[in-house]
């Protein structure tokens, strides 16, 4: 979805009145079995749709859902955002008081760096909890699409700041983590809201080179969807009971997503099990409209509502359902029947959400502006972009020993940022500290100068400051990087470079031989080689877009107040990698035209690795745990009770890895656990992360213990087929990047699959729209050479 | 420049105490040679940078020059920009009343669709006479950084929009009449303001695949440099007179513009004989810096602002000069004379301007608001506006017979388009007349839906409106195409397809069987080829950003008040084409990895070709002079007085040809005259404009004569050393694209150069910054295969 600030501005104008209830007490609907909190919520559902006419029942497909104001059904809004705090054009925030702000948490790619599970749950319940009380005072709705949960593969991505990464099994960890935020448990009797994985699948480009999302066409081999854009889904629906889905403006395999039964009912709800009469899918705005142009799948308008609603998507951000679906009606292409099917899942998830129910049985429903942006949320959000900033570089500069007297140059695009700070989807926060206000906070001589240096303004008329402000410094902070200006929805980045500009000030800086620090901001890696490289420059960080408390938690870790322990993410590649891989290529593995992706298949050597993260301190680490030197696939298989049997745990109890603080400072500690080894067929990739647990506050000297849960999925590797093998063969288990310890063992015996993966069918083929044969394919698309000079 | 909203705010907050004038009667000068009107401006300019100190005259080397208070010279702002309008970050509108707006004239790229030297002249003269109101109140300066006249070769261009068109000979004859109502008579003793020929030379790309602007390296042959990129600055600075330059952010061959002296002294100075002591050389902001990064052409940052000095650049925008002059000095490598040089250029000029001289003798002093936005100057933003308009197609629907009865949909996400009407370099118009403003104003009834379908909001919640809208109405009227979001500085397009949405909706708008017209705003030509094939749609027009008055001239030329008679001043590309050439392949002929470029050489089907426009009626040509058959080079060539050859006349007196209005409709006419032949060496271009005219107000049955000025130099081609030549050879010149007339002739004898190209020195490279070897290289640069699945 893009939200532009025109449609924004728009779109709060008309938003005085969001729904209200139906009134199950008094309203026509009282003695309607839709009112019976004793039924079923299908059955509750079903009641309800049976009293629509089919006119009613078809403006009802509509995001905008208009409601049924004879049956008492107000009109509904299933359009909210809360990627790192409620947001979104429908969120109605009040021009001052109550209401007029909420909880702005890091980007989620920084939370991601955090790799720290329980804090993930922890935000995900505030927002869910602030959501509450907006929706009580009818200032947003119940229904929240968020996560975006793609992998972020490609650094151009300019929506991988809404992820948490780029590993797979790091998303489906983390999304987990946060539905059970969002949604609290499935045995509740009412969610706290809803949330809705997005976007399936194969979505990770906005506009590369004439390729739109609109219209791309993904080319995935079934081996690299199932073994990496698929697992954060998986976990969302089969793992975690999420709400809802969201199908994505591109194609996969010639077939776009939202009119595809393969993806939406195959593989999202026969072969994960995603069956609940509570769960849809919405298509993504106005993705079924993109059916028709540019995709040019569906002949018609009309097929295109068809294919989409028979496929499984059961609602339509945009009008595309609610103005064709009559004339499909009259063509006889789609029935009542799965049109009921949609909207049953539709209202069975708002009863699950109370949404029929007395509030004073609920008590979400009671909650007010009280419990939003409350102390502890504010310390919580401090406490993520804390916990996610990834120390790069440091020759010992950091933390940094201030005095009264000590003066500090804090130069950079970014040292002032406010707004910035957020990233996109951002509501009103709280408040914005940037690092020149946290700094200020600081008993020290501060000398500012923006030094701006972007893209947005070539001009170096505030240059003149800079060299002047660091001169009269002891100790000089430059605050830079990228901003939504050049990574932002519809927009990928072209370069991986830091700008000229920028470069110049910092090297210029450094020349002066001062402590300098320098903060990269910004969700994709701008190749830091020339920093790392430059012996004048001491110590180098990653903050992303830390937040409404971002500045204090970059000072909070410069002044070792707080210790850093975030970890990247993502790789960070050479400014090369731009131009040796098309973005619309999706293969992971090393090619012709491509040098692999991610940390995995990257046959290159990345600036920092993924994983990458230093310390305030040193810690040594060892297997605690008793390992066997060989284990049988076979035995290992028949000891599992679980349904998915990659959800087996290798061993009984989870691996214990016993951390020790050897320095002196109290630090966290993420314990990430890689496997590598030879097994299955070759290429092998270089490890996979396989578990991850981030231990908090250890002090100086101390030891605190690790429990890493291996699956036998982790251990697993996808084959051609789709199909996910556990090979008998040699593993390692390496604890860290630079391993700290490491164990090894054997599989022994045949090899087993432990989940086999429905085969699309074949010769799908779109239909073609008459008159633009051709007229919208993209100028480096598919099986065209480019020219280049 | 870029100038980013969030720039500009902050521009215009500092802005309030602008330059006032130095004090000539009573100040510290008063008594110096710069106070003595009679002598002469160079004079009056060495006496003043005499008195400076090296410091005092290398910070006046910013475009925001600081003045030297000692000696009463105030503050002066260089950058004002002037390009459709007075606007730019420095010129300052009041909040209301007075100096609140001024006019705001079509985008160039319409208004050189009009094809009228003489409106463009006006239009200049209104520019340059409320640029002297506003400076007389201290709200702008006078120096205005426009026009730029960089040939629109891709259609991909952002920046497009702020040109006249794709052909060189059009942007000659467009660039002298518009410096001419900007400067004034050049005999004149002042100034109106000083003009800025920008971007010297090459600059036709802003991002595209990893190559930015600021650091691109065009690889141009001689020919084309000659042929193609040359003659609009040519005819700036040999031919006009122009006042300032400006180098720009690319390379050519290898060297930074702003560096290169092979452009600013031997060519533009030598070559062209731009000697004035008052013509100068700004730098783009901050092309200077940029020479060293991105470009690390010079080694250090001294290095860089001494080759630019010393190149010929005399003012930098920006500050770079400023901080890193002094440790050039320091160095050694760059002496005080070249910096008086630029110095005594900058306030010879200035003196021209009156700058010195009491305001009482002179008559632009004198303007105030009253010369503002007349209602004169409100009928020529209009007329320029109504000329522009193309009409593309017309099934006879065109002009409008509209009653009280009639009902008028007005449909699209122009239809209610208010700032997109300007384009970007704006300022604050007088009003903003949209077309359903313009259409609310004549009598009948109107139903508007927005039907928001661009790239900025893919969802089709306004589409509900567009029906209904459609099917209560007589005629539809769908108003789209692109605005600034797709194509600006900074951004260049990807694709040039309409939207899928938007297709989607005018192709069922087009469903209804009712007359239906189609406008396409923006300047980058859609492929239209979906409209033109769809019988169901009337008539097409393309009215590029038409200004204040757009939605006037729109509804003007819609129902017949005005009638049409612009011309495409560019070509209109199938979508394919931006998949079959690099933005960065700067040559015009077609090769390996390129169809060609414009008109001449594209070897592929336009969907329009450049000069296409029809009218309400019809016309009839005739060439009326009497022609040889044959003509003696030599003897063309002897009986010319001209310093520069080229401009010689071809006959003693204008080709000249009669048109007739064969219909009934009054309308203008633009005569095109067009050459083409086989003469000299192989490849032929399809045909070359050598000249033109616009006939005002031809009745039906009346006959005008349009009088076509050929020159040698407009038959004569380039060579691969860059020498224009005039061949033997057969000649034909054709009236119109679809020709109307025609006449052919022989040149015979022996070739004869008209004019010698300097060659550019071997050998050039630039000498590297350490540190960066290669990082940033664009992704899909020079020489590298790029790669795509």
């Known amino acids: 979805m893009t939200v532009s600030k025109k449609y924004l501005a728009a779109a709060l104008c008309v938003n005085g009145a969001v729904a209200l209830f139906p009134d199950c007490v008094n309203g026509p609907l009282k003695n309607e079995t839709i009112c019976d909190v004793k039924a079923s919520p299908l059955d509750r559902a079903k009641s309800l749709v049976s009293l629509y006419t089919l006119e009613e029942k078809i403006n009802a497909t509509s995001s905008g859902s208009p409601g049924v104001e004879r049956l008492g059904i107000p009109p509904y809004q299933w359009w909210s955002e809360g990627l790192h705090g409620i947001a979104g054009p429908y969120t109605n925030f009040s021009d001052e008081g109550d209401y007029s702000y909420s909880t702005s948490f890091p980007q989620p790619i920084l939370m991601g760096a955090a790799f720290d599970d329980q804090l993930i749950t922890d935000v995900a319940t505030v927002i869910s909890t602030e959501a509450r009380a907006f929706n009580n005072a009818n200032r947003t709705g119940l229904d929240f699409w968020t996560p975006n949960i793609n992998p972020f593969k490609d650094p151009r991505w300019g929506r991988g700041q809404e992820t948490p990464g780029e590993d797979p099994y790091h998303l489906a960890s983390y999304v987990r983590a946060l539905i059970a935020g969002l949604q609290g448990s499935p045995d509740d009797q009412y969610k706290r809201v809803v949330a809705t994985c997005k976007h399936f699948v194969g979505y990770d480009m906005e506009n590369w080179n004439g390729n739109f999302r609109y219209q791309f066409d993904a080319q995935i081999s079934q081996q690299d969807l199932v073994e990496y854009y698929m697992p954060p889904f998986k976990s969302c629906a089969r793992d975690s009971n999420v709400g809802a889905f969201m199908c994505s403006y591109n194609a996969v395999n010639g077939v776009p997503t939202c009119a595809d039964p393969y993806l939406l009912q195959t593989i999202l709800r026969e072969h994960w099990g995603w069956t609940d009469e509570e769960q849809w899918v919405t298509s993504d705005c106005d993705s079924i409209q993109n059916i028709y142009l540019p995709h040019q799948w569906a002949s018609t308008r009309e097929q295109a509502v068809a294919d989409a609603l028979i496929a499984g998507t059961d609602l339509d951000c945009g009008t595309y ?72 570089k440091n020759d010992g500069v950091l933390p940094l020993t201030l005095t009264p007297t000590t003066s500090l140059a804090l130069i950079g695009d970014w040292a002032n940022a406010t707004t910035d700070l957020l990233g996109n989807y951002a509501g009103v926060p709280t408040y914005l500290h940037s690092p020149l206000y946290a700094a200020q906070q600081l008993n020290l001589t501060i000398n500012y100068a923006r030094s701006v240096s972007g893209h947005s303004d070539p001009t170096t008329n505030s240059w003149l400051d800079v060299l002047p402000a660091a001169t009269a410094s002891d100790v000089i902070l430059y605050v830079g990087g990228i901003n939504n200006d050049v990574e932002a929805e519809e927009t990928d980045r072209v370069s991986l470079t ?112 993924f994983g990458m993260g230093m310390h305030y301190t040193n810690f040594s680490a060892e297997v605690a745990s008793q390992m066997d030197a060989e284990y049988s696939i076979a035995k290992l298989v028949r000891g599992c009770n679980e349904t998915y049997r990659d959800l087996c745990r290798f061993t009984a109890s989870p691996l214990r890895v016993e951390v020790r603080n050897t320095g002196n400072r109290t630090s966290d500690y993420v314990a990430l656990a890689f496997v590598t080894g030879t097994f299955g067929p070759a290429p092998y990739p270089k490890k996979a992360l396989v578990a991850y647990e981030r231990l908090h506050g250890i002090p100086g000297g101390e030891m605190r213990t690790a429990r890493l849960n291996v699956t036998l999925g982790s251990l697993a590797r996808v084959d051609e087929r789709g199909d996910t093998v556990l090979y008998p063969g040699e593993y390692r288990v390496l604890v860290d990047t630079q391993p700290l310890a490491e164990v090894g063992f054997r599989l022994t015996g045949e090899q087993v699959v432990l989940d086999e993966w429905p085969q699309p069918p074949r010769n799908r083929t779109g239909r073609g729209v008459s008159g633009f044969e051709g007229y919208f394919a993209a100028g480096y698309g598919s099986g065209q050479e480019v020219v280049a000079e």
Chains 1, 2 share one sequence.
């Not at 800086?509 to 001062?514: H, N, P, Q, V």
């Open 498 to 609: 830091w700008s000229g500009p920028q470069l110049d000030i910092i090297t210029q800086l450094a020349a002066l031989g001062k402590p300098m620090i320098v903060v990269a901001m910004g969700a994709g890696q701008l190749d830091c080689n020339p920093i790392v490289s430059n012996p004048n420059i001491s110590a180098l960080l990653w903050a992303g877009y830390p937040g409404q408390a971002g500045g204090d938690a970059i000072m909070h870790i410069l002044t070792g107040k707080a210790a850093p322990a975030g970890r990247l993410p993502l790789t960070q590649y050479p400014a090369s990698y731009a131009g040796e891989v098309p973005m619309t290529d999706m293969a992971l593995r090393p090619g012709a035209q491509s040098p692999g992706r991610t940390y995995k298949w990257y046959n290159g050597s990345a600036v920092f690795e």
């Open 321 to 392: 359902m609610q103005t064709h679906l009559p004339g499909a009606f009259a063509q006889g292409i789609v029935n009542e029947t799965v049109l009921d099917q949609a909207l049953v899942r539709q209202y069975s998830s708002l009863v699950r959400l109370g949404y029929f129910d007395a509030p004073e049985d609920q008590p979400y429903r009671q909650l007010d502006f009280t419990a939003v942006a409350t102390n502890a949320s504010q310390q919580l959000a401090l406490k993520a972009a804390v916990e996610g900033i990834v120390l790069l």
